[in-house]
């Protein structure tokens, strides 16, 4: 039994559904012109007029927009409503320059609690649901995002935040929570905490699902949480720049559904900045169709995906994205290879020794990029014989090898030491910046 | 005169940087755990620990809430009358019963003997192949 949220317009024919775009594309550029400085300068530069707008296809003659352009224009600058208009403001945490500020008019909140009220309608959450929200609450987009998003189609919400969790796994216990919504790390250190109190997840637990996100992980690490705690893993995605958490996967768990009539995502080349065809990898492009404070035109996500326009074996129409492979910033060059830590990742998950701790160092030796990945003994892994662990230590080495083309050096390191984190995991140290 | 038997070995992982040593001894002094014979086999940037002790399971449980990952194996001790003739004997035996040795340490002679810890391919069968020659 499949529920929809918006049945009509989540089953919309394609070609129906390109017409809506067609016409809130057109809406949207005339709006954006008459409404603020920043995109008539950069509609003028593009010599693109509102009415060269006709239909969706249109859409590749309007110039990118850039996370540079939100911080050139920090903090207001590129909004096309005044101070009066906006009802919220979130803002990241600027860790790389300045922060970004985003900016919420009534009818931006609510399409973004619609937007979640369907991905939640869509991996089975319900009103019989107990929705513990471990996104942390704040500046950050994660917390309040879900929390309105549950409270929409009924669900009944805990606000935990993220941290304290000793008391997050007594909540859950009490409050028979059936489903948790938190980045990936942030439940692996949940299970690891509950593991120590005793708490058997699977069993001690109403817990049925996991709506993880805001940081990278692979589906290995899927595969990993769900064989251990019993239950359904789901995908989530969004960015503070698009409003926050949007869009999960369905009950398929086969890529995430990008609601069409809000939002249009293209895949481009990131180099060459042209479109690339359905299942092709490049760099997520999105344009968001109804938003009024901050709205914005082919925005450069900066995340590389693949999109798939064919329909969902749920039903729904609308264009999926597969799993975020990486990030084009987060991409590291070592020894001339490109390499995304989520790969390092997916390798070291496939080893079923190995726990999920791990994190990467790249460091100079002279000329040379030297990579080295530490991983956490776990007692799965230790044996009496150091004949075996350098065993299976080469062996890390060469799996390592042989998917990032680059030679890494492996080191075990004691169980405890590497960094757990509450919120987007710091898997990276580049020490080649110090130099 | 021999005489051998099948203890519980401690193993533990530790990285080779200072105040590891410290730290497994400090949790086991304040565990009141005895350690009868104990080495570290290193391996670049880590080490493992390896010990005889006299109360393998407390000692086990502190390491453990120590943070410390390990370990418990079932392994051959050895009285020894004297380190110099037993130890070419039990190698000889070891030898002509095709059984290899992993690793071996001896112990801090707190008893009155020598006593030699072995890993070797199957304790069961050592143990016996060494109190039949006994």
């Known amino acids: 039994m499949m529920d929809y949220w918006d049945p009509l317009v989540e089953r919309m024919p394609e070609d129906e559904l390109r017409e809506h775009q067609s016409k809130r594309l057109r809406h949207l550029v005339d709006y954006v012109y008459h409404h603020s400085t920043f995109y008539r300068r950069r509609l003028d530069e593009a010599n693109v007029r509102p009415e060269d707008i006709h239909g969706i296809e249109d859409i590749t003659r309007l110039p990118f927009t850039t996370k540079q352009d939100l911080r050139d224009t920090y903090p207001m600058g590129m909004f096309c ?22 900016g919420y008019t009534h009818s931006d909140l609510k399409y973004w609690s619609l937007s979640l009220a369907r991905a ?3 991996i089975g959450c319900g009103r019989r649901d107990v929705i513990q929200v471990g996104y942390g609450y704040g500046l950050f987009t994660g917390g309040l995002g879900l929390h309105y998003g549950a409270e929409m189609i009924g669900a009944s919400v805990i606000p935990t935040s993220a941290g304290n969790t000793e008391r997050q796994i007594e909540l859950m216990q009490d409050l028979k929570t059936t489903a948790i919504a938190c980045t990936p790390s942030y439940f692996l250190h949940i299970m690891e905490v509950a593991e120590g109190m005793g708490v058997d997840i699977e069993r001690d637990t109403q817990l049925k699902k996991g709506i993880f996100g805001a940081e990278p992980w692979s589906d290995e690490t899927r595969k990993r949480i769900e064989r251990e705690s019993g239950i359904d893993a789901y995908d989530i995605y969004g960015t503070s720049e698009l409003s926050g958490p949007l869009f999960t996967e369905c009950i398929h768990k086969c890529g995430i559904h990008i609601w069409g009539d809000m939002f249009y995502p293209e895949v481009i080349d990131p180099k060459t900045q042209e479109p690339v065809g359905d299942g092709e990898k490049g760099e997520l492009v999105i344009t968001t169709l109804t ?3 901050l709205p914005l035109i082919r925005y450069r996500i900066g995340d590389i995906t693949i999109l798939e326009s064919e329909r969902c074996e749920c039903g729904r129409t609308h264009p999926r994205i597969m799993r975020i492979l990486g990030r084009s910033d987060d991409m590291l060059v070592v020894r001339g290879v490109n390499i995304f830590p989520s790969q390092v990742e997916d390798v070291l998950m496939r080893i079923p020794e190995v726990g999920e701790h791990f994190q990467i160092i790249v460091d100079r030796d002279g000329a040379l990029d030297v990579m080295t990945v530490q991983v956490e003994v776990t007692p799965q892994m230790f044996s009496d014989r150091v004949g075996d662990l350098m ?14 083309n680059v030679s890494t050096n492996v080191e075990l390191v004691e169980h405890g030491t590497l960094p ?3 919120g987007k995991a710091k898997k990276v140290i580049d020490r080649r910046k110090n130099i | 005169m021999i005489r051998s038997e099948i203890v519980t070995q401690i193993s533990l992982f530790a990285e080779n940087k200072p105040g590891r040593m410290y730290k497994v001894f400090e949790t086991l ?5 005895e350690v009868l014979a104990f080495t570290i086999a290193e391996a670049g940037t880590f080490g493992v620990f390896h010990m005889v002790v006299d109360k393998p399971d407390e000692a086990y449980s502190a390491l453990s809430n120590a943070g410390f990952t390990v370990s418990r194996t079932k392994i051959l001790g050895v009285e020894l009358k004297s380190i110099h003739d037993s130890l070419y004997w039990i190698s000889k035996k070891l030898a002509e019963n095709d059984i290899s040795v992993d690793y071996a340490y001896t112990s801090m002679s707190k008893q009155k003997n020598p ?3 072995m890993r070797v391919s199957d304790s069961e069968r050592a143990k016996q192949v060494l109190d039949e020659g006994a």
Do not use: C, W
């Open chain 1, 120 to 122: 939640l309608t869509s």
């Open chain 1, 420 to 422: 757990r984190s509450m």
């Open chain 2, 115 to 117: 006593y030699l810890v």
């Open chain 1, 291 to 293: 938003k009024e404070a």
């Open chain 1, 391 to 404: 065993r299976l230590k080469n062996h890390i080495a060469a799996r390592l090898r042989s998917v990032l």
């Open chain 2, 29 to 33: 002094m304040q565990a009141d755990v």
């Open chain 1, 81 to 102: 409503v005044d101070q009066s208009q906006v009802v919220r403001f979130h803002a990241s945490s600027g860790t790389t320059g300045k922060p970004t500020v985003v």
